[in-house]
């Protein structure tokens, strides 16, 4: 059979692939790697979905490395997997059917930086905490924080978001315009720099949560922001989710500009206690951040400690002092980490879901009863200025039963957020994680659209293969 002759869903063929890298071998020389080490380096995930390694591995360096590897696996129809920091919690970077995985993150430069116009330009593989190191000197900051240290390029890619989304919006409201490197090798700009356009349809956003299905950035253009004359971080604790929930919806309703709001059950403090050395009421808590000048930021403050006042909190406490905010945040950021440190050895099922602001308590509420019904240990965090909240489920992951149990529940937290006019993911993404509750949510119409989409600019279905879009 021809190496052209077979689409991509199985494994590529052996001469084909073999072919594939001998080329790639005489293109790139030692930065082609084919070690089971480098490759399950490249296939591992975060969470309790199983790895599933690349043929071989690809360092790139620059937007010709990237056409080189794509214009060879195009003509053997090998599929290709672009990887930046390996953050993903849905199997982003996993190669179902082996392929050529295309690491990113020597593709690290700041190309641009245009501080009168507030954006930047950047390789793929720039990460979020490497850009606000170059920019902090010139007083502008990006505020997209999904706590992992993730590359821009694979935030775009998930439509990522993170704890200050609620004043500073997701990735979707802060990628300008990208280059994509498409199926034939050819590069395709999305849009300029200007803030606004109608130029044509929004190829940006097409591409902005693609998951490296449709394509892989080699470039992104992105918003920035001056940094704030004052930062205030605070904390209050609540006697039930249900009131740290309810203010919550209050100062959203208010028009509070609260630049962080983010819940923790009981489960998740205690967690946090342990792991970070801290002493926080072991009660639902919520952590908040306020941005702006003096006397604004004394206002929010105020404001928010009077709705909290109302809703059952308990002593609101703020801060300005940078080390202060540092450890508190940093305890929030490491909240994975403080969850897995409660079973040694266990893994994770992390799942999140997002809900209209309105139905949030409510969310909460019938999640934690149904945790406890169930008997399973799952804290709880959210980005609750939005709506949206996080389970991580503690699991045995070799035990098929645990596994079982801990995917019931994803799908009974599934249904009730997508009951309530929400999603089964605000912001973690589909991956191979959460195809499955596609349809339901968006319905046939909108998987045809998508398969439409996927087949017109990779009609050899050769870009991260089995991913969002679920198999006929």
Known sequence: MNAGSADVGTRPEPQALARAIEKLSA???????????VRDQHAHTTTWLQPQRPDAVVLAAQTADIQSVVRICSEYRIPVIA??????LEGQVNAPYGGICIDLRDMNRVLEVHADDLDCVVQPGV???QLNEYLRDQGLFFPIDPGADASLAGMASTRASGTNAVRYGTMRDN???LKVVRGDGEIITTATRAKKSSAGYDLTRLFVGAEGTLGIISELTIKLHGIPEMIAAASCSFATVRGACEATILAMQAGISVARIELLNAAQVRACNAYSKLSLPETPLLLLEFHGSEIEVAEQTRKFGEIASECG??????TT????????WQ???????????LRHGAGIVATDVCVPISRLAECVVETEQDLEASGMLSPIVGHVGDGNFHCALLCDVADAGEIARA???QRRLVERAQAMGGTCTGEHGIGQGKQKYLRAELGIEAIDAMRALKSALDPQNIFNPGKIVPGH
């Open 127 to 129: 990460t979020r905490k």
């Open 407 to 409: 995917e019931d529940f």
């Open 313 to 318: 909190g308990g002593s609101f406490e703020w």
């Open 175 to 177: 990628v300008l315009a």
């Open 27 to 37: 293109r790139f020389g030692e930065r082609l790697l084919t070690s089971m080490a």
């Open 321 to 328: 002092r940078p080390e202060d905010r540092t450890r508190l």
């Open 331 to 341: 305890a929030r950021h490491d909240g994975y980490w403080a969850v897995k440190n």
């Open 83 to 88: 990887f930046g920091a390996g953050t993903s």
